[in-house]
């Protein structure tokens, strides 16, 4: 119902900046929650940040104002802002749309955060 398409990653030097996008379609974009987050290589998938329609956040205590998430509703675009990010930032990061017990998952797009 939710089709989502990450964009935005990369490689990037410790200390660097990204800005991961998302792009939403297939269904009512503003009715859901949003969200980022990352699965490293041999660790579970954690969440990053979310993001309510009317722009409430929430963000996972390891990003300590590192990152910020953002939505446009008329884009049915979000957004994470990514800055001094760390050699542990590296992961696949996946966009998210969440409502009740539903989930939707892009495929993902590497960071790589090394030099």
């Known amino acids: 119902q939710v089709q989502l398409v990450e964009s935005g990653g990369g490689l990037v030097q410790p200390g660097g900046s990204l800005r991961l996008s998302c792009a939403a379609s297939g269904s009512i974009f503003s009715t859901y929650v949003m969200g980022w987050y990352r699965q490293a290589p041999g660790k579970q998938r954690v969440r990053v940040a979310t993001?309510?329609?009317?722009?409430?956040?929430n963000y996972a205590d390891f990003v300590k104002g590192r990152f910020r998430i953002s939505r446009d509703n008329a884009k049915n675009m979000v957004y994470l802002q990514m800055d001094s990010l760390k050699p542990e930032d590296t992961a696949v990061y996946y966009c998210?749309?969440?409502?009740?017990?539903?989930?939707?998952w892009g495929q993902g797009t590497q960071v790589t955060v090394s030099s």
């Open positions: 998210n749309a969440n409502r009740w017990t539903t989930d939707y």
């Open positions: 993001i309510t329609n009317g722009g409430g956040t």
